[in-house]
């Protein structure tokens, strides 16, 4: 079992960036797919992200496509989140959890879910 911690969370303008991290320790974070959800007061978790136990096959959701990068670095048993252009509707609060296969993007297939951290848009 994985456990997670994300950092990097704060309070940013309409179009800038941050770069959220999350750090596993325990466990076996090379052979597991890594993915970020989000969730916002009164939403439903949804998904932002995955990428594949080796960093070749990435999956975004149609929201952040194009604006969001996510990566993970095995050697230092870390996964990250470049976000740019960020925008309101990205305020939430972003976790890290593991799966078995990157192209999962319900959360019920996600597992060792990090504390979350928070990502505040507002001018």
């Known amino acids: 079992q994985l456990r997670l911690v994300e950092t990097g969370g704060g309070l940013v303008q309409p179009g800038d960036s941050l770069k959220l991290s999350c750090v596993a320790s325990?466990?076996?974070?090379?052979?597991?797919?890594m993915g970020w959800f989000r969730q916002a007061p009164g939403n439903e978790r949804e998904f932002v992200a995955s990428i594949n136990w080796s960093g070749t096959m990435t999956y975004y959701a149609d929201s952040v496509q194009g604006r969001f990068t996510i990566s993970r670095d095995n050697a230092k048993r870390a996964l990250f989140l470049q976000m740019d252009s960020l925008n309101a509707e990205d305020t939430a609060v972003y976790y890290c959890a593991a799966a078995n296969f990157a192209f999962d993007r319900s959360p019920d297939e996600y597992r060792d879910w990090g504390q979350g951290t928070q990502v505040t848009v507002s001018s």
């Open positions: 325990g466990g076996t974070f090379r052979n597991s797919a």
